[in-house]
T-cell receptor, first 112, second 113 residues
Framework: GDSVTQMEGPVTLSEEAFLTINCTYTATGYPSLFWYVQYPGEGLQLLLKATKADDKGSNKGFEATYRKETTSFHLEKGSVQVSDSAVYFCALRAGGGNKLTFGTGTQLKVEL | DVKVTQSSRYLVKRTGEKVFLECVQDMDHENMFWYRQDPGLGLRLIYFSYDVKMKEKGDIPEGYSVSREKKERFSLILESASTNQTSMYLC????????????FGPGTRLTVT
């Protein structure tokens, strides 16, 4: 079945550090890939997405590139801020269906 | 802006009680979803609905049922709450379209004692 594996947290960084959160997936066909963010006390919000190989999703300084050859969709940001502290979820939707399959989430803490 | 609202942010119930979690969306979305979120397990799909009165089981439907009598409202029902159903419950909705995103509510933290 479909699955998403993302790096365990928590990840603790200093402000302005470079961020990478790894995400790899297993799916049949060509899934759409997503990163969602959950700020403390809130529901999930879509951060960015990519729907085909080599697409790059970007938003709020975050980027992720759909790599079919390595089945990966790693999240990156060049300079994190304290306000980026949140839990980040990688997810996929396969075959044009309704169901999203989520990774376990990675908590990011950014300190001054 | 799409808005997905959930009836309670925090709920405490006793073992064996019947529990209703309500979700309402205001954007005429066909699809609605219930997930539970647990540390180290991420989000797991309980049930989803693609139209009024239509439902499909997700990955962990045991111990839950759902109701969708109106397009905007999707209810999750715990027929007889148990302590292992203590969790954060998230509702989401989505239009039917290849690239349409899911919009999430703020969540209900349910504690069963």
């Amino acid at each position: 079945g479909d699955s998403v594996t993302q790096m365990e947290g928590p990840v603790t960084l200093s402000e302005e550090a470079f961020l990478t959160i790894n995400c790899t997936y297993t799916a049949t066909g060509y899934p759409s890939l997503f990163w969602y963010v959950q700020y403390p006390g809130e529901g999930l919000q879509l951060l960015l997405k990519a729907t085909k190989a080599d697409d790059k999703g970007s938003n709020k300084g975050f980027e992720a590139t759909y790599r079919k050859e390595t089945t990966s969709f790693h999240l990156e940001k060049g300079s994190v801020q304290v306000s980026d502290s949140a839990v980040y979820f990688c997810a996929l939707r396969a075959g044009g269906g309704n169901k999203l399959t989520f990774g376990t989430g990675t908590q990011l803490k950014v300190e001054l | 802006d799409v808005k997905v609202t959930q009836s309670s942010r925090y709920l405490v119930k006793r073992t064996g009680e019947k529990v209703f979690l309500e979700c309402v969306q205001d954007m005429d979305h066909e699809n609605m979803f219930w997930y539970r979120q647990d540390p180290g397990l991420g989000l797991r799909l309980i049930y989803f609905s693609y139209d009024v009165k239509m439902k499909e089981k997700g990955d962990i439907p045991e111990g839950y049922s759902v109701s969708r009598e109106k397009k905007e409202r999707f209810s999750l029902i715990l027929e007889s709450a148990s302590t292992n159903q203590t969790s954060m419950y998230l509702c989401a909705s989505r239009m039917t379209g290849q690239d349409d995103e899911q919009y999430f509510g703020p969540g209900t933290r349910l504690t069963v004692t």
